[in-house]
């Protein structure tokens, strides 16, 4: 099957501790990206990555940090710097990004700091 | 960057054709209107894109008009499980997907 995954589907953190939240995808795409999605809201754009070894800030981008070291990985910390991480985070790719109208989403990371 | 408006949440029955109409007053040349459909605690999920005129596929049809200002989302005899949030984004091919709160169906039997 091809798609996109993500891991854990449920993580909870102690304030001040960093987490990292996996995204993997077997789909061959060239551009990855990260949202955040609050209760209610629509989703809001953190990092984005057109190619391997290469990544832009996205809208909400401080208090995170990305890399893509592999085309298949574009895993993201979240660090204690922000401020608040609880929220539902979505990793999305596309075969690249003049062609990211549509875009396929991981089925989510439910993140929970107390 | 153009916005999207859309409504806040519709009802609607089962069998029933569901129209959602997105406005886009400030589209670009170079932008496209395509729409995403979202579960709870699921990731969104690509439906249908277009220019202009009408696409219509497996799932939904897209009618645009021609001076583009707005596009409606048109959902053939809807079931319980078309009960999601839709999004309407507008955008060019190489910048960032904003997606607003969405419209939430709300399909009953």
């Known amino acids: 099957d091809g798609g996109i995954t993500q891991s854990p589907k449920y993580l909870f953190r102690k304030e001040g501790q960093n987490v990292t939240l996996s995204c993997e995808q077997n789909l061959n795409h060239d551009a990855m990206y990260w949202y955040r999605q609050d209760p209610g809201q629509g989703l809001r754009l953190i990092y984005y990555?057109?190619?391997?070894?290469?990544?832009q800030k996205g809208d909400i981008a401080e208090g995170y940090s990305v890399s893509r070291e592999k085309k298949e990985s574009f895993p993201l910390t979240v660090t204690s710097a922000q401020k608040n991480p609880t929220a539902f985070y979505l990793c999305?790719?596309?075969?690249?990004?003049?062609?990211?109208?549509?875009?396929?989403f991981g089925p989510g990371t439910r993140l929970t700091v107390t | 960057l153009a916005k999207t408006t859309q409504p806040i949440s519709m009802d609607s029955y089962e069998g029933q054709e569901v129209n959602i109409t997105c406005s886009h007053n400030?589209?670009?040349?170079?932008?496209?209107i395509t729409w995403y459909q979202q579960f709870p605690s699921q990731g969104p999920r690509f439906i249908i894109q277009g220019y202009k005129t009408k696409v219509t596929n497996e799932v939904a049809s897209l009618f645009i008009p021609a001076d583009r200002k707005s596009s409606t989302l048109s959902l053939p005899r809807v079931s319980l499980s078309d009960t999601a949030v839709y999004y309407c984004l507008s955008k060019q091919a190489g910048t960032a997907l904003i997606f607003g709160k969405g419209t939430t169906l709300s399909v009953s039997s």
């Open positions: 999305a790719s596309s075969i690249g990004s003049d062609s990211d109208l549509e875009q396929y």
């Open positions: 400030n589209i670009a040349t170079n932008d496209y």
């Open positions: 990555s057109q190619i391997v070894n290469d990544f």
